[in-house]
C-alpha cells in the first residue's frame, strides 16, 4: 500500500513522464537548435579574428549565432549580406 507521503511525488513524476512522452519530437528539436545555436556561437569567436582582418565584423552575440545554428553557412552569406548592405 502506498503511504499518503508518496502519493504527490508519484503523481509528479507520472505527470513529468506524460509530459515527456507527448512534448519528445518539440524537446528534441530544442536541445538540437541549442547544440547548433551553441556551435554557431563557438564559429563567430573564432571567426571574428579573421574577419577583422578583412574588413568583416560579424558580432558575437545570441541572434547572429542563432541564425548561423539554424541556416548553417547560408546563414553565414545572410548575416554577411546583411552587414554589408546596411552599412
Known amino acids: 500500500m502506498l503511504s499518503p507521503e508518496t502519493v504527490p511525488a508519484l503523481l509528479l513524476a507520472l505527470t513529468l513522464a506524460g509530459l515527456l512522452l507527448v512534448f519528445?519530437?518539440?524537446l528534441g528539436g530544442l536541445v538540437r537548435l541549442?547544440?547548433?545555436?551553441?556551435?554557431?556561437l563557438a564559429a563567430l569567436w573564432a571567426l571574428a579574428p579573421a574577419g577583422a582582418w578583412l574588413g568583416?565584423?560579424?558580432?558575437?552575440?545570441?541572434?547572429?549565432?542563432?541564425?548561423?545554428?539554424a541556416l548553417g553557412?547560408?546563414?553565414l552569406g545572410l548575416l554577411l549580406l546583411l552587414h554589408w548592405t546596411l552599412r
Open 56 to 69: 568583416v565584423s560579424l558580432g558575437v552575440n545570441l541572434f547572429n549565432a542563432l541564425v548561423l545554428g
Open 24 to 26: 519528445h519530437r518539440a
Open 34 to 40: 541549442l547544440c547548433r545555436t551553441l556551435a554557431g
Open 73 to 75: 553557412v547560408p546563414g
